[in-house]
């Protein structure tokens, strides 16, 4: 079973609509970390939050929230949809030893 | 805030020899520089990484150097293979990558039989 498994792996939607991405996680780390990527521009952070009640923002935060409903479940939403949103999102968990990758969710913004 | 400049952005080897990709970092405060490889479609996974008290690391056919003073790193694969190629990101941060990593923008690795 994946250790950090992200939903949906794909999704379509339109402009100006709500959009939740899901990951959950079973090592059993505190920190976990939304990532944006776009071709050519490697991976940035949005946020990432170390426990339920602490949540920061990353270097490309604007347009996104998140909400850490557990330590293993930490969600990242869009409230209105924007072509420019369209890329591939990662979820990803910490600890001394390294970061874990999830498979990836990709969005399309149209 | 960080900023991480990755060079080449394509490299092209024949296999058997090496290859060496190079980032520059611009936050003294960094002390953490994982290399990741990702392949096309899948997600990004950890090959190797340094931290800022020590200069060099090796595993099997894969290197990193670290310079501190001149703030750059790189990453070093010797006879290289055909499942080599992938895209290499380098990234850095502090704290030891609690408070998140920032990416190189990538080196898009070819392996010429």
């Known amino acids: 079973d994946a250790d950090v498994t992200q939903t949906p792996r794909n999704r379509i939607t339109k402009t100006g609509k709500r959009i939740m991405l899901e990951c959950s996680q079973t090592k059993g780390h505190d920190r976990m970390y939304w990532y944006r990527q776009d071709p050519g521009l490697g991976l940035r952070l949005i946020y990432y939050?170390?426990?339920?009640?602490?949540?920061n923002k990353g270097e490309i935060s604007d347009g996104y929230s998140v909400s850490r409903q557990a330590q293993a479940k930490f969600s990242l939403s869009l409230e209105s949809a924007i072509p420019n949103q369209t890329a591939l999102y990662f979820c990803?968990?910490?600890?001394?030893?390294?970061?874990?990758f999830g498979s990836g969710t990709r969005l399309t913004v149209v | 805030g960080e900023n991480v400049e990755q060079h080449p952005s394509t490299l092209s080897v024949q296999e058997g020899d090496s290859a060496v990709i190079k980032c520059t970092y611009s936050?003294?405060?960094?002390?953490?520089f994982p290399w990741y490889k990702q392949e096309l479609g899948k997600r990004p996974q950890l090959i190797i990484d340094i931290r800022s008290n020590v200069g060099e690391k090796k595993d099997q056919r894969i290197a990193v150097t670290l310079n501190k003073t001149a703030k750059h790193f790189s990453l070093h694969i010797t006879e290289t293979q055909p499942e080599d190629s992938a895209v290499y990101f380098c990234?850095?941060?502090?704290?030891?990558?609690?408070?998140?990593?920032?990416f190189g923008k990538g080196t898009h690795l070819i392996i010429q039989p």
């Open positions: 990234a850095a941060s502090s704290r030891g990558g609690a408070d998140g990593l920032t």
């Open positions: 939050s170390f426990d339920v009640k602490d949540i």
């Open positions: 936050d003294s405060a960094s002390n953490y």
């Open positions: 990803a968990t910490h600890d001394f030893y390294g970061y874990t």
